[in-house]
């Protein structure tokens, strides 16, 4: 399962549960992945310019 998957299943509108059945895996394993990418992007800091 790759976590990226998941972030764009559920982005695109997933119930956790269709997740998880969509990739046969426990929804423990869905809520796993969104601690490790919340982990992942803790400290990164995103900054948008904007022209006007």
Known sequence: ???DDVLDM???GW???EVAEDLDVPEEAIY???RFA???V???TVVV???G
């Open 1 to 3: 399962m790759a976590v």
């Open 10 to 12: 559920l982005a695109a």
């Open 15 to 17: 119930s956790l549960q």
């Open 32 to 34: 796993e992945a969104l």
């Open 38 to 40: 919340s982990e992942a």
């Open 42 to 44: 803790r400290r990164v």
């Open 49 to 51: 310019e904007t022209s």
